[in-house]
């Protein structure tokens, strides 16, 4: 069998000679000499088979989007996407339960939804966002940044954050441990509630150090360092109350 098309042998059957049934025989075979000399080049097809400039016209054709599908009616589909945007693999059933991932010169973008539940987690140089199923509002961040102001945190900080839906209205931060929770710094460490307050509460009085001074202990009756009370209930309330009136806060 030859390699390639160039070396199918095209010899023409003599039909000079014969009766017109061997005529017809002799064309019959050659038919199916040619048919089975390209089964056999288009099943062997390869870089030899073509010349320089037909190659260069094949990888044309790869230039563009290229879409790859594949569905079956009992489980759903599955399609890789590769465009000059980035590459796009997507997954889903007939539940419609979904999942892709797409990946731009931005960063890498994971969605999943599964009864109901969907969200979207982009990776971004060293940021990990955490969208809402809009994909355009920002649920939280991790990630590193230069923002800081200098003063009570560095001006290079490790962020954990969260933003805001649609309507403005901001998402909580919450962090959960079936166990003991602790924060350390090796400098100091800030505590505040630029609109609202700062609560510490728990099961047993709320402790917090005073370095060498030891414990200070915050109980119903007032403040203790150790076993001797060093502030009363009533007493800072009173200040406090003080505080106010000479501010003009209260009458």
């Known amino acids: 069998m030859p390699g390639n098309i ?69 489980k759903g589909m599955a399609q890789l996407e590769i465009t000059a945007d980035g590459i796009t693999a997507t997954v889903k059933n007939l539940r419609g339960d979904i999942s892709s991932i797409q990946q731009t010169v931005e960063g890498l973008k994971i969605q999943t939804k599964t009864d109901g539940d969907l969200g979207i987690s982009a990776l971004s140089g060293m940021s990990l966002y955490f969208y809402d199923d809009s994909g355009s509002n920002i649920i939280g961040r991790v990630n590193m940044d230069n923002k800081g102001n200098g003063t009570d945190e560095s001006r290079v900080r490790m962020f954990v954050g969260t933003g805001t839906d649609s309507g403005e209205n901001a998402y909580s931060l919450k962090l959960e441990s079936a166990g003991d929770t602790s924060y350390e710094g090796k400098k100091s460490v800030y505590i505040r509630a630029d609109d609202g307050s ?54």
């Open 6 to 74: 160039l070396a199918v042998d095209t010899g023409f059957p003599d039909l000079k000679q014969g009766s017109t049934e061997e005529k017809i025989s002799a064309l019959a075979g050659y038919v199916y000499q040619l048919l089975e000399q390209l089964r056999y080049t288009l099943n062997n097809l390869g870089q030899d088979n073509f010349n320089d400039a037909e190659l260069k016209g094949m990888e044309k054709l790869f230039t563009g989007p290229l879409t790859v599908r594949v569905e079956e009616t009992e």
């Open 198 to 251: 700062v609560n510490i509460t728990g099961k047993n009085n709320v402790r917090i150090s005073g370095g060498n001074s030891g414990w200070f202990v915050f109980k119903a009756g007032g403040i203790f360092c150790g076993e001797k009370q060093i502030a009363s209930t009533a007493g800072l309330q009173e200040t406090i109350d003080a505080r106010l009136k000479a501010h003009g806060l209260i009458s």
